[in-house]
């Protein structure tokens, strides 16, 4: 049952929010139980402090550029809902883009962040497409995160290339948020990102 009103409700919802930023709730809930309420609490006032210091909130862009697998796209949508309820300004871009497109798009919200999901095994040829792209908008500062299946023996060949963090699709969310705001940190203090 749960299974499909996410189905009916993201059919409504979907094309109101592609390529816009948004936030929600649903995530926040769960965020907040009992056990997580320490780790919720540090994680939520470090991205205060952020955007207190900042001027604006830390932003990512989750993007997809493999195949169009309509149950993946269920998970970005739920991980774009974590990041906004801890206080991500999230951009989610359409079901499937080029790197090209994703590196226009992370451009223009100028976001700090790129999360990478879906890529089909194509993972060493998309992301330093995407990495190439972004040098061409003179962005290369735009970290770039990968999300996905990845065979471990590619890790290294991803860091190779600048991915600053590869998290499973079952990673935690505030986990990786955390993780994520410790690289755009360590990258502003390097100025490295803008």
Same mark, same amino acid.
């Given at each position: 049952?749960?299974?499909?009103?996410?189905?009916?409700?993201?059919?409504? !919802?979907?094309?109101?929010?592609?390529?816009?930023?948004?936030?929600?709730?649903?995530?926040?809930?769960?965020?907040?139980?009992?056990?997580?309420?320490?780790?919720?609490?540090?994680?939520?006032?470090?991205?205060?402090?952020?955007?207190?210091?900042?001027?604006?909130?830390?932003?990512?862009?989750?993007?997809?550029?493999?195949?169009?697998?309509?149950?993946?796209?269920?998970?970005?949508?739920?991980?774009?809902?974590?990041?906004?309820?801890?206080?991500?300004?999230?951009?989610?871009?359409?079901?499937?883009?080029?790197?090209?497109?994703?590196?226009?798009?992370?451009?223009?919200?100028?976001?700090?962040?790129?999360?990478?999901?879906?890529?089909?095994?194509?993972?060493?040829?998309?992301?330093?497409?995407?990495?190439?792209?972004?040098?061409?908008?003179?962005?290369?500062?735009?970290?770039?995160?990968?999300?996905?299946?990845?065979?471990?023996?590619?890790?290294?060949?991803?860091?190779?290339?600048?991915?600053?963090?590869?998290?499973?699709?079952?990673?935690?969310?505030?986990?990786?948020?955390?993780?994520?705001?410790?690289?755009?940190?360590?990258?502003?203090?390097?100025?490295? !990102?803008?």
């Amino acid at each position: 049952m749960l299974s499909s009103l996410s189905i009916g409700l993201r059919r409504a !919802v979907l094309p109101l929010v592609e390529n816009n930023a948004f936030g929600g709730v649903i995530y926040s809930a769960v965020f907040s139980s009992e056990a997580n309420k320490s780790y919720s609490a540090a994680l939520l006032n470090r991205i205060r402090q952020f955007a207190e210091n900042e001027g604006r909130q830390p932003r990512i862009l989750i993007s997809r550029m493999g195949s169009m697998d309509q149950k993946d796209d269920h998970h970005r949508m739920i991980a774009a809902t974590g990041f906004a309820d801890l206080g991500f300004d999230v951009d989610v871009g359409p079901i499937v883009q080029t790197p090209e497109q994703v590196a226009r798009q992370a451009v223009d919200a100028d976001v700090h962040a790129i999360g990478a999901r879906n890529l089909c095994s194509k993972h060493l040829t998309l992301i330093p497409e995407l990495f190439k792209e972004l040098a061409k908008l003179e962005r290369p500062d735009i970290l770039v995160l990968v999300a996905d299946n990845i065979p471990p023996k590619d890790y290294d060949e991803l860091y190779r290339q600048g991915v600053t963090a590869i998290f499973s699709p079952r990673s935690d969310i505030g986990e990786c948020a955390i993780k994520i705001l410790d690289a755009i940190e360590d990258a502003k203090k390097k100025n490295t !990102v803008r």
